[in-house]
């Protein structure tokens, strides 16, 4: 018998506009039905997801008075700052009326929030209700933050370039080129005290990770040694969620038909993500790698996200003509379709954690081209820890970017690599079926929010 939203408990959702963001905390909705719970998706009116995705959900818009912020990515400190000073007012408005509604919404018994939505957390204490932080990256990112805030402190910084190389402490792999933020000039206060919020969840009961005690076992147990409320690991949420749609834009499912016509492991896919970009030269020497590289390939190009260029216009003259049918380029793909996809047989990823653990789920081992913030430590991991992927040395060198495509998808050292991400993705597999961790984990997950008093 369904039950009545009366009488289930509502968790409310407080997702980041990103996409890296929002898809996972989306995820988590759908789990939380799955297992339930009724579920409200508080979000910003910038970047806000589409309500006909997830009909299951009720969407609450927030007034976030950012249309006149420049709300591009050179600005998101400023933008992060606006938002949780403008948000959290009518975050508790809209959700005091709703409490008195249970008839309508449920009893709302937590909120929910990404750690860059600190308000969530200041509306769920106003409001009395509990609060649980998400954490999207994974706990070895995590420990950057306290690594810089310390070594801050002490003065340690700025660091000469000749260091960037070293070991930074406690940080088991992670060298001082890895961390969240570029350490060899002086770190500006505002990334500072984004960090600081980053690492303290005040009142919030609970944690929620993306991740699985095998990968990420180190770190989580000196965070949770720090943190003195419970972990939840429930990840990967993308295996752990029924399918859904989360992306902003859309996706050409076209390439599928593509692959279908390609042999089994042959093909590269190249993706970047939802946030990065390049230069001209970039793009250029890429083009040429992956012409001179022998293999298929399925590229993504977002649009715009070439330095000065609309899409495509400024891939060099005669490439396409070069490549002809072993090439194939999409404005935005299906990803984790892709990546299951019987033809693919490597991934060259900016290692954004939702693309890596979209990748090792399905056994593609990566080439590792990171941007930014936590892709530089996902990538660390990758080629030194886990072992599963190639560093790109040189983005700008047509040569460096053909020979370690070879080196993945033909060489000895590309099926070592592969040997590997297999069995770590059967490790994967079982954390996630009856009995494995992070089965356990959404159980307990499931009881803990239960057990909220309303």
Request: hydrophobic share 40%; net charge negative; charged share 20%.
């Amino acid at each position: 018998m369904t039950i009545l939203r009366a009488q289930k408990r509502c968790v409310v959702l407080v997702p980041f506009f990103y996409q890296g963001h929002i898809t996972p905390m989306l995820q988590l909705g759908k789990i939380l039905d799955s297992k339930g719970f009724s579920i409200i998706v508080a979000h910003t009116e910038f970047n806000s997801p589409n309500p006909l995705n997830h009909p299951e959900f009720i969407f609450l818009p927030l007034e976030d008075n950012l249309s006149d912020i420049d709300t591009s990515s050179n600005n998101i400190l400023a933008v992060i700052e606006a938002m949780n000073e403008n948000c959290k007012g009518p975050l508790q408005d809209s959700l005091a009326q709703m409490m008195k509604d249970q008839e309508k919404y449920g009893q709302v018994c937590c909120i929910v929030y990404d750690a860059v939505m600190s308000f969530g957390r200041s509306a769920a204490d106003h409001l009395q209700i509990a609060s649980m932080v998400l954490r999207t990256c994974s706990a070895f990112y995590m420990q950057t933050y306290h690594t810089i805030l310390q070594l801050q402190a002490e003065n340690f910084f700025p660091l000469q370039e000749s260091k960037l190389l070293e070991p930074a402490p406690e940080l088991h792999a992670l060298r001082f080129k890895d961390l969240a933020t570029p350490v060899n000039t002086e770190i500006p206060q505002p990334v500072l005290e984004l960090f600081e919020k980053m690492s303290s969840f005040g009142s919030s009961v609970g944690i929620i990770w993306n991740t699985t005690e095998d990968l990420d076992h180190i770190s989580l147990s000196e965070l949770q040694q720090l943190y003195k409320i419970p972990f939840f690991l429930i990840g990967p949420l993308h295996k752990m969620a029924p399918a859904s749609s989360t992306s902003f834009l859309k996706e050409d499912r076209n390439c599928m038909a593509w692959l279908d016509k390609q042999a089994p492991s042959s093909v590269l896919y190249i993706s970047l993500g939802s946030l990065a970009s390049m230069e001209e030269k970039e793009l250029e020497e890429t083009a040429w790698g992956l012409a001179n590289g022998g293999q298929p390939f399925l590229w993504v190009i977002r649009p715009c996200s070439v330095n000065g260029s609309d899409w495509i216009e400024q891939l060099p003259k005669g490439f396409q003509e070069s490549v002809g049918e072993r090439g194939h380029i999409v404005k935005w793909a299906p990803q984790k379709e892709v990546l299951a996809h019987s033809a693919v047989g490597g991934f060259l990823t900016h290692c954004g954690w939702n693309s890596t653990l979209e990748s090792l789920c399905e056994a593609v081992p990566m080439i590792c081209r990171p941007c930014f913030a936590d892709q530089l430590a996902n990538a660390r991991y990758l080629t030194h820890v886990w072992k599963v992927g190639l560093e790109l040395v040189e983005v700008k060198d047509r040569v460096v970017i053909e020979k370690t495509i070879r080196k993945l998808m033909e060489e000895n050292e590309g099926k070592e690599i592969k040997q590997r991400v297999l069995e770590m993705k059967q490790k994967l597999d079982t954390s996630i079926n009856k009995g494995g961790s992070s089965y356990k984990s959404l159980c307990d997950l499931t009881e803990f929010i239960n057990s909220f008093t309303v």
